[in-house]
């Protein structure tokens, strides 16, 4: 696919002595957004993931001028709309010029495991449009080896049907997806991502699943103690 990536390169440090590990956690994902919101430049058309590394990356994104923004989900919805972001329906847009949003789990070969928010069907859409895919991500994200949970958008009809075929899989016991899917999460073995994304999407039922290939992936932005990385592929 068509994915251009900087060097690895350090690019900004964090400063700050001794902090707690979820102190740390927290800079890192404010620094990783940081990085990213300097690919933001005026005219663009931009994705916008879901979760609390995103939540560090909308304040530093008003003061571009006619940026057009795409939500996937009601919370970054909102917090862009507060901040004065220009924030229009996915109807009305065929593609993306960038996207940005989290990730759960950053594998070496960039699979990444995304959906902890449950918003992974509309993040795949809004990363699957845009000519640059840019993953945030705290170094607790960074694995030699994705694991289970994998989370799961399901229809909710035929749901017992569905959890079967995709045994060992529990629903999660969240509200509905905006777009009125199950959440659920696969607990079995992840040894090879792309066998296991064939089989959920040959599953019926399936809306869709939290792994995420790495042709998708152009950039991975990852915080680890006092730096800041573009990881290479
Ligand atoms: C939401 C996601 C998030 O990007 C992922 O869960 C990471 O969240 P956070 O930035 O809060 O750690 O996929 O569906």
Known sequence: MRRSRKPLSVVRRI??????????????????????????????????????????????????????????????????????????????????DLTIDGADQVAPDHWLIKGGGGAHTREKIVAAAADRFVVIVSSDKIVDRLHEPVPLELLAFGLAATLRALDPTEVRGIPPSPDGGVIADYRGPVDDPEALAIRFESTPGVIDHGLFPPQLVSDVIAARGSTVEWLPR
Request: hydrophobic share 35%; net charge negative.
């Open 15 to 96: 400063e700050g002595s001794n902090p707690s590990p979820s102190v740390v956690n927290e800079e890192e994902k404010e620094a990783a957004a940081r990085a990213a919101a300097d690919l933001v430049e005026d005219g663009m058309r931009v994705g916008l993931g879901t979760g609390s590394t995103v939540a560090h990356l909308l304040p530093h994104l008003p003061g571009r001028r006619n940026v057009t923004y795409v939500a996937t989900s009601l919370q970054t919805e909102r917090t862009a709309l507060e901040l004065g972001l220009d924030v229009q329906p996915f109807e009305t847009l065929d593609r993306l």
